[in-house]
């Protein structure tokens, strides 16, 4: 028994190595290998942009996901040009002439002339490329040199990330997921589908067919998550079960809250008396209305047995609460914000919470200004110099801005202050951080 005991209370010898890599049955449902990023997308793309798109029909929190992307990213006057043109010694900068060309931006950048459809000015495009980029994962747009509908002679085609067949690979022509690589895996092509594959509501659909178009008419957009990513894939991803999961647990005690409020309950018969009503349903069940404040005796033989289900649960707030900030956390926002729940929020942690959360907005203004927006303004800029709506060349092009401000807007500006009277950079220096003109600091550094 001693020796038992012994052997069962030894100390082990350590080993070396991490206890994540350790297989156990604790463990045997968890992934063991990995596979390329493309072959991850190629085998989930579909499912996972269908649900995604779902959820952000459907799901309350998915639109309001959408709807913080766009109010916060965009905002209501979208992203605005700053000119930075010099003169010809280019030793100051020009203001007829960038006043000129932010003039010729705006006129383009309005819903008749941005557009092939001529229905979308340029901050709606926005802010359906950045509602796009998180359902979808991915922005695919189409720079139409020469298109008749405008002066500029120049407008944008936005396309379903659905027409890039994602379906036709071929390893000869380097073609993954309807992009054709060079032999550095950059994009030298795209394969675009004739039709959108999901167009099923015509009678006789005609077969596929792809077109090839070459990557300098294509903008395509996606946030990469890994090296050698080809496409890209909804930034929804990491929330998509549980806010599945939520949206039917609410649905389902809702309905068992509506039951519970209608107080039902059933009758049962003890003897072989007959009922003497004849109120009935179409299946024979016996019915009795009731009203408020009056009580009726039951017939020998019959009791009535109350059903009253206890819902809504006790526990469901606090359930809810505590899955949407998981959720919150896959898409990157706070919870107070997802939620529209302030109820015990501090002002402290709301600030924090909401500092944190505009940082994540302004790294995707970034973004989205260096893959979408500074490339679409270098496509128009020599169409709308040849079609004469800009007559003046320009020799440098400039800044892209829409700054947030603090939570705290006169803290903010108090300590500019101090630190202007403590010998900080020129005022045009810390305007031009804030997302403001200054007077002769808009050169590029």
């Known amino acids: 028994m001693i020796k038992a005991l012994r052997r069962i209370f030894a100390p082990r010898p350590a080993r070396r190595g991490f206890d994540a890599a350790r297989i156990s049955r604790l463990v045997a449902d968890w992934v063991t290998s990995s596979l390329?990023?493309?072959?991850?997308?190629?085998?989930?793309?579909?499912?996972?942009?269908?649900?995604?798109?779902?959820?952000?029909?459907?799901?309350?929190?998915?639109?309001?996901?959408?709807?913080?992307?766009?109010?916060?990213?965009?905002g209501p006057a979208g992203i605005r040009l700053q000119s930075k043109a010099r003169t010809a010694k280019g030793d100051q900068l020009d203001p007829a002439a960038n006043r000129k060309i932010e003039a010729a931006w705006w006129e383009w950048c309005r819903p008749r002339n941005c557009t092939v459809t001529r229905r979308l000015s340029f901050t709606d495009l926005l802010a359906i490329a950045v509602k796009g980029l998180a359902r979808d994962g991915e922005l695919i747009a189409r720079l139409v040199s020469g298109f008749p509908g405008n002066d500029f002679r120049f407008g944008l085609q936005l396309l379903d990330p659905e027409y890039l067949d994602h379906d036709y690979n071929d390893l000869a022509r380097r073609v993954v997921m309807g992009v054709e690589l060079d032999e550095w895996k950059g994009p030298v092509a795209y394969h675009l589908l004739t039709s959108h594959p999901g167009q099923n509501h015509y009678p006789l659909q005609p077969a596929q067919k792809r077109q090839r178009v070459p990557a300098a008419e294509i903008l395509h957009v996606y946030d990469a998550e890994r090296a050698e990513q080809t496409r890209g894939y909804p930034w929804t991803v990491a929330a998509l079960k549980e806010l599945h999961q939520l949206g039917h647990y609410k649905y389902s005690e809702v309905v068992a809250a509506r039951?519970?409020?209608?107080?039902?309950g059933f009758f049962t018969r003890k003897s072989e008396a007959g009922y003497p009503y004849d109120d009935k349903d179409a299946s024979g069940n016996l019915i009795e209305e009731v009203s408020p404040g009056k009580f009726q005796e039951l017939p020998d033989g019959y009791e009535f047995k109350e059903f009253n289900p206890t819902h809504p649960n006790q526990a469901f707030g606090d359930f809810v609460k505590s899955a949407l900030k998981g959720i919150a956390s896959g898409l990157n926002v706070s919870y107070i914000s997802l939620a529209n729940d302030l109820t015990e929020t501090s002002y402290s942690s709301g600030r924090q919470g909401l500092l944190e959360e505009r940082g994540y907005y302004m790294a995707l203004q970034g973004f989205l200004i260096e893959h979408l927006v500074q490339p679409v303004f270098e496509a128009w800029l020599p169409h709308?110099?040849?079609?004469?709506?800009?007559?003046l060349?320009?020799?440098?092009?400039?800044?892209?801005?829409?700054?947030?401000?603090g939570a705290r807007p006169r803290g903010r500006l108090r300590g500019a202050a101090g630190r202007g009277r403590r010998g900080a950079p020129p005022r045009d220096r810390r305007g031009r951080r804030r997302g403001q003109k200054g007077e002769a600091g808009w050169q590029r550094d």
Request: glycine fraction near 4%; aromatic fraction near 4%.
């Open 36 to 74: 390329a990023i493309d072959a991850d997308i190629r085998s989930g793309l579909t499912v996972l942009r269908a649900r995604s798109r779902d959820l952000c029909a459907n799901n309350v929190y998915g639109r309001r996901f959408l709807a913080l992307l766009a109010a916060n990213v965009v």
């Open 259 to 264: 039951v519970a409020a209608a107080k039902m």
């Open 393 to 405: 060349p320009m020799r440098e092009i400039e800044r892209w801005n829409r700054r947030q401000p």
């Open 384 to 391: 709308a110099i040849a079609s004469g709506r800009l007559a």
